[in-house]
Structures are given as structure tokens and as C-alpha cells.
């Protein structure tokens, strides 16, 4: 099995931490990660802005780098959804093609390809899990509130195994944050708004720690919490999955 | 002006962004608990959706059918292009009436032909009924919401208003006594009127009825006290078979407010006698959207305002910040197809988050249509210099990995060195509110280079 | 006017021919007992509901509704009316009705709705002018669902017809449910 690490632009360059826990979670679990270099980005912000044109030479790039993988893993729901839902833009080739199937966000990597749900971590916290949109509504990591489907969360699953985590329950359990790209500065005032509001949900709850398999996500709710001073942590999934007993 | 402006206004006062949002989370959690009662319920929107999408693939021929049997049941059936020739045909027949006095319960048609103020003109009396849209009325205001069209006003801003004009006493805004005060000062009108109108739910191709749906009974008071009933619908509004109405009635009212069923379900098939009933069919647009590919499915709407009440973005900016008849998720894929300049900010108003599609009962991919439209958009509206040449350059940038990589180090060197100052300046929208993540002395290239060195 | 051209646009931009969907009904089927989830629905959109003997109607009638005084009744087991209407009644005459008895055809366990064709009310305002509505519906004539409910409908004689589903209603001013927005402003089912 030959799995390709992708790690998105923002968390290259802003939050490595993040990038060293998912490739340390991986080989720990027995995967052998190969780290292609020369990765740009997925071309998600360009095609969100209407500028899906001119996002298909980072297109080509991803495709270039990660055709000869069985598996491409990435810690960011919203990325891999890009590559799999909009990357319709380029040729179907047979490289685009596979690139687009074999393309999995971290947390449904582990849960059904490894087939783990306990990745043997330990993390005595009360944690409140934000399930981000592309993740979930997008690539389907669980069951979303709006459909009458049965329950199921893949990160979920993977977070009840960590030892001494305290998963708390939320009001509004799948709520979008705010983030949404571009969004966040071209209609500032209500995605503030919004991040605000999710992070009072969680505030409300008792969380100690957020979390979520999208760090673009975590990063705009952190910037409303560090600048308002609240009393919360924000971690993306794979640092509290790679912390050990 | 557009909905980041709008929006912008609107959350000056927070305190009412979120009395707005309780209040239509609150529809969405009744809607989430009513549909929970269905079983079947994902069935029941896959069965709707492929109806409305096989009506759309031959809608020239239901049309057709649907005129054939209204016109043997005795039902007058006109045919209108636009908004223009909509208004004229309605005012014909008010004309050979010689109607002064028309009652009209809620049909988003209507608004959208803006038919109230054309008659008005004329004058012609136009009473909306709905107690939402009579609110509005009062107010001169368009409805903010195609099933709640006075969400936006608070029990306190009614109170005032209906002092000012049907002389009710100050009640701090009690709903029971001002709902009471309406349905008698709408009983009068009535009584009076002349010719009622209405919108359609459903018309059904097999039988040549039609259906309207109201939960306060305006729509059967209206039509069935006055002379002649004027029904007006968009073309999409058909439906092959009455029995279709059991997929489409379980459906509507769950998705609208959580109701089981609305209140009163009426089929219309044919006129009592000595009375007469007008049915309008009207485009205005609405062949040009089945023409696009990509936004034909916009047409299946049955204008439960589901999307509306989920959003979140729409439940903090408010019906008004679209600026459209239709506002919200499905007013934004709507609205561009029909003046896409005035209406280019609106597929940008949504984070794509998605939740509009899934509670959409004839499932229509919405925020699938709302990145599409953003595409057009930016091809054929002119776009802020800066936004584009910024969004161009990225693009150039990330499909050079090591300009890619330059950059990046660049652009660290200066988050981490800059001073405050500047980061925080009045351009950077992300900074007003938030702040930026801290700069860490390597990147995940860095660290990785440096790791395969130690490990080599 | 705009007929040819809007059926013309039509067909030069409508997709090839989609097949209509196969509806399984069995997705829907539920083994409930529907007299009592009638029942609870008909409590639910904030309608009165009782199982009544039916010589016993008009007392059960009378002692909900004692004040009624102008009363139309078309159900033929309820001899209370003191209106007398027929198809030539002009309808704003029906203004001052306190009390409509009718009679409807079948009940939807799921939404608590009744089925109610002209034949049953001979003037189609009176269902909704009325101040209070009393609707008298044979108990075996309950069905799960609206599916289940149109199959029967269907062979109806089509004129005017409508599912009701509690007392008039409006949530319009801040979403606070107020029962008697235009139409009757009380609803009580008799399960006979």
C-alpha cells in the first residue's frame, strides 16, 4: 500500500504541527507515508471565488504529484472534497481519475481503509468536535442532522476510543462555523457572527478543547477565541489522535 | 447595494441577529423533528425530486394536457410570457368585471410580477390576507421570507403598526389579541370583495385542478366568497398525476413549519356555478432557466422556505439583505438567472456549507449551484481589481511549486515581522474581529526536509 | 398571447425525456393502530377529537358548543341545525354562522387531516366562514397515509375538495401559534 501525505498549503505553511501528527499517526499505525515534494494546493480557494479557471494548473500540479499513489490522505475535509467533487474541471484522464477515487481525508483513511478505530491515544480533556461542512455534508464522514439517515460519525468513532476524552454533546451539532474561504473576509461581519455563535455552543457545553478533521475551520474559530480571550483550546484531530499514553 | 453590505447592517444590532436566527432555528428543529416521523422520509424526497425532474423533461406536453382539463371542467386558462403581459391579463379580467376590491392570498408570483402595485395604480383596492403578508403590506415592506413574510418584525413593531392603521389599543404586542384584530378587519374585506386571487401549489396535469395550501384559511375565504377566482402559477408548478399530491403534501408543510400537514389543503377543479375560476401560466424566465443545464433543477422548488430557515447565513443577515423576491439559498441560484448583474452578490453569500440541499424536500443541489453560479459570475461581471488580481495571482502561484514555496516564505517572513499594525490595518477584513494564527519558525516542508537529513 | 411561445421555449429547452420515478409505497408502510394515531394527530394541529355513539351526537354537540345558536348542519346524524342551506345559498349569508356540522369522507392517520368533498357541504364556503366546525367521520374510513388516502379520492366526481387538518391557525407575529386566524376557529372530529 503506497500512501501519498498531502498536506494543504495553509497547513504547510501556518500549522506544521498539524502535519507532523498526522504523519506521525500514520506510521505509527504501520502506514509507510511517502511526503511528495513540490505540493501547492488543491486549488479549492480559487474555484469557492468563482476563479475555477484559473485553478487548474494547481489542479494539475496535485494530480502530477500523487498519480502513482494507492492512497492520497490529507488532514482537511474540505480539501480532499475539492479534489474529489470539483476537480471534474480537468481532463478525465486516467491519472485524474484515479487521483479523485483514492483521495481520503485522515480520520475515514484510518476508520475504513485501516479499519482502527483505537489508535491507542490518550487525551483526559472534555473535547467538543466541530464537523465541518465539506467533511461532513460533502464527503459524508458521518450522518448529517438534516437527513433522516442512522447515526454514524467517523471522527466520532475514532475519538471515543482516546483514553480519558470526554466527548461533549453540543446544541447545535453540525452548524457551520463561518469559515467558508473567501467568505470570511468578503462578508466578515457574518462570519464572525457565526464563528461566534458555534463558539459559544461549545463554551455552553463545558468544552476544554475543540477539534475537527478541517483546520481552515479551527483556524477561524481560533482567531475569534485568542482575540476574545475565551477560555477554550482549539486542536486539530490528528494532534490529539497522535498523542500517546 | 449587496448582501455583505446589507448583512453588515444588519448585525449592527446583534441582540436582534440573534433573536432572528432563534426564531428560524426554531422552524428548522420542528421541521427536523416532523420529518424524523416519516419513515420513509429520504424515499419520499428521492420520489419528489425524480417527479419534478421528469415533469421538467416534459413540461411542454403536462402544460398541454393540464389546459385540456381545466378548460373541460369550465376553468378559464390564460397564458402569460412575462411579468408585463401577467398584469394585464389580471387586470382584464378585473375589467370585465368591473372589480374594484381584490383579496389575494399568498402567492410569491405575484410579488415577484410586483402585481400589487400595478393595480393599485389602476385603483384597484389589493388586500393581501396572510396575516404575515397583510404585516408587510401595512408596512410597505416586501416580505423577508416566502412562508413567514413578516419573520423579520417583532410582536412590538406589529403592535405599533396595527394601531396606526386598525386602530387597535397598545397590547405590548400580544399575539392573540392582534391576530383576533386582523381576522376581523379581513373578514370586512371579504365580504367585499369583488375577485380573489391566489397562487397555485400544485396544478395537476391528469385532472386539470389545481392546489392551494394556507393555514389560516385566507386563500377558501377569498375564493369561495367572491365572484371570480384569478389562480396564478409559474409553468414548473405542474404535476403528472393527483396521486403525486400524496408524495408532495407529506412533504411541503413538514418542510415548511413541522406541521404534519397545512391546515387547509384545497383542490380546485371546478368553478361553482355562476362563478368563475382563471388560471395564469406564466414564464417570466423560467424557460430560460430550464434551459441551463446546471440550474434547470432550481425549477423543482415547491417554496417550503426549508433552506431559508437552515441557513445560517440567511438567519443572521435577514430576508431583506438579498434584495430579491426570493431570498436565501434558493433565491440565490434563482435570482441571477434573472438579472444577474443586480443580483452578483448573492452566490456569494453562503459558506457552501450545504445544509440547504439536504433539507431541500425535492432536492435540489443548491450549494452545488451556488459555486456554479460563482463561476458565471465572475467571467461576466466585472469583478474588483483587487479580488481578481489576487485570486488570479494565487492561481499562478500554486501551480509553480517553487514560486509556491518562495512565496510562502515570504509571506511567513512578513506575517511574523510585520508590525501589528499593519497586519490589523482597516484592509484586513480577517483581522477586525479575528485574530491571525501565529507564525511558527519552520513550515511542514521545512520540517520534513530536515527530519529525512536526521533519519537519512 | 404568450401560449405558442412559452410551449415553443419549452421544447427547444427542456433535457431528453426523464422516466418518471417508481414510487414503493412499502417504504412507507407502518403496522400503528390508527384510530389512536389519528387521534394524537388531530390533538396535534389543535383540533378537539371523540369516539362518540352516534345517537348520542347532538348532546355530545350541544354540550361543547352551548352557546351556538345559528347552526347549519349537513351531516345527516345531527338533527341540531337551525340554518337551513342549499346549493343556491349565496355564501356572505353564511357570515353569521356560530356552528357547521358536516360529515367527511376519510381520515389520514398521519396528519390528522380529513377528507371533505362539496357533496358534504353544499356551500364551499361553509367549512371555513363558520366560527366553529364540528366534522362527524365514520371511523373505518381511517387510512395511514395521503398515498393510501388519494387511492380512495380518486374515483371521486371531481368539483371542490379539501384536506383539513385542525382549526385555522397563524404563527405570523413572532412565530407564536394564535388558533382562529380567518378561517373556523374551532375544530372537533367525532369518530363515530
Known sequence: MKVGLFIPCYINQLYPQVGIATLELLEKLGVTVYYPQGQTCCGQPLGNSGYEEDSKGACQVFVENFKEYDYIVGPSGSCIYHVKHHFDILEQTPDVIKVRNNAYEMCEFIVKVLGITDVGASFPHKVGLHKSCHGLRGLKLGSCSERMDPYYSTEEELLNQVKGLELMPLTRKDECCGFGGTFSVFEEAISVKMGKDRIHDHLDSGVEVITGADHSCLMHMEGLINRNKQPLKVMHIAEILNTSM | ?456 | MGREAILKSIKNNKPDLLSIPEIDVTQFTEEVNLIEVFKNNVNLVGGNIKEVDPQDIDVEIKKMYPNAEKIVSVADECSLGTVQISGKTDPHELNSIDLAIIKGSLGVAENGAVWISENEIVVRALPFITNDLVIVLPKDQLYLHLLHAYEIIGKRERRFGLFLSGPSKTADIEQCLVIGAQGAISLTVILI
Open chain 2, 1 to 456: 447595494m449587496s448582501h455583505a453590505k446589507q448583512a453588515e447592517i444588519f448585525n449592527k444590532n446583534e441582540a436582534k441577529v440573534n433573536w432572528h436566527d432563534k426564531a428560524l432555528w426554531y422552524v428548522r428543529e420542528k421541521r427536523d423533528n416532523s420529518a424524523h416521523n416519516v419513515k420513509g422520509w429520504e424515499h419520499l424526497r428521492d420520489s419528489a425530486s425524480g417527479i419534478k425532474a421528469h415533469v421538467l423533461s416534459n413540461l411542454d406536453e403536462y402544460l398541454i394536457q393540464f389546459e385540456q382539463n381545466a378548460l373541460q371542467n369550465g376553468i378559464k386558462v390564460h397564458w402569460a410570457s412575462d411579468a408585463e403581459e401577467h398584469n394585464t391579463i389580471i387586470h382584464e379580467i378585473l375589467k370585465d368585471h368591473k372589480a374594484e376590491k381584490v383579496v389575494k392570498s399568498k402567492s410569491m408570483l405575484t410579488e415577484e410580477c410586483h402585481l400589487n402595485p400595478y393595480l393599485e395604480e389602476k385603483g384597484i383596492e389589493v388586500i393581501d390576507t396572510d396575516l404575515g403578508e397583510r404585516i408587510v403590506q401595512l408596512a410597505k415592506e416586501p416580505p423577508s421570507h416566502i412562508v413567514l413574510p413578516a419573520i423579520h418584525k417583532t410582536k412590538e413593531e406589529v403592535d405599533v403598526l396595527f394601531q396606526e392603521h386598525l386602530g387597535t389599543k397598545a397590547s405590548q404586542g400580544d399575539p392573540e389579541y392582534l391576530t383576533n384584530a386582523a381576522r376581523k378587519h379581513l373578514r370586512g374585506k371579504f365580504l367585499n370583495a369583488d375577485v380573489a386571487i391566489t397562487g397555485v401549489n400544485f396544478a395537476v396535469a391528469d385532472t386539470g385542478g389545481f392546489v392551494v395550501c394556507t393555514n389560516e384559511g385566507n386563500a377558501d375565504m377569498g375564493a369561495h366568497l367572491a365572484k371570480v377566482h384569478i389562480a396564478c402559477m409559474g409553468i414548473e408548478k405542474i404535476i403528472p398525476k393527483e396521486g403525486h399530491l400524496g408524495i408532495f403534501l407529506r412533504l411541503l408543510a413538514r418542510s415548511a413549519t413541522g406541521q404534519p400537514i397545512t391546515t387547509y389543503s384545497s383542490h380546485f377543479n371546478k368553478p361553482t356555478e355562476g362563478k368563475e375560476i382563471h388560471i395564469v401560466i406564466v414564464d417570466n424566465g423560467r424557460t430560460e432557466q430550464l434551459s441551463r443545464e446546471d440550474f434547470r433543477a432550481s425549477l423543482h422548488c415547491i417554496r417550503c422556505g426549508a433552506c431559508m430557515n437552515t441557513c445560517p447565513i440567511y438567519r443572521r443577515s435577514g430576508g431583506h439583505s438579498y434584495d430579491a423576491t426570493i431570498p436565501g439559498p434558493i433565491g440565490s441560484i434563482l435570482s441571477p438567472g434573472k438579472d444577474l448583474k443586480k443580483h452578483s452578490s448573492l452566490p456569494f453569500a453562503s459558506t457552501l456549507c450545504g445544509s440547504c440541499s439536504n433539507v431541500c424536500p425535492v432536492k435540489i443541489n443548491i450549494h452545488e449551484q451556488l459555486y456554479k453560479w460563482r463561476q458565471i459570475i465572475v467571467k461576466e461581471q466585472p469583478q474588483p481589481v483587487v479580488k481578481k488580481s489576487i485570486l488570479k495571482m494565487t492561481g499562478t502561484v500554486f501551480s509553480k511549486p517553487g514560486l509556491y514555496s518562495f512565496i510562502g516564505k515570504s509571506a511567513r517572513f512578513a506575517l511574523k515581522y510585520a508590525p501589528k499594525s499593519l497586519i490589523y490595518s482597516k484592509l484586513n477584513a480577517w483581522g477586525k474581529a479575528r485574530d491571525l494564527p501565529e507564525v511558527k519558525n519552520e513550515n511542514f516542508d521545512d520540517w520534513y526536509k530536515k527530519r529525512s537529513k536526521n533519519n537519512g
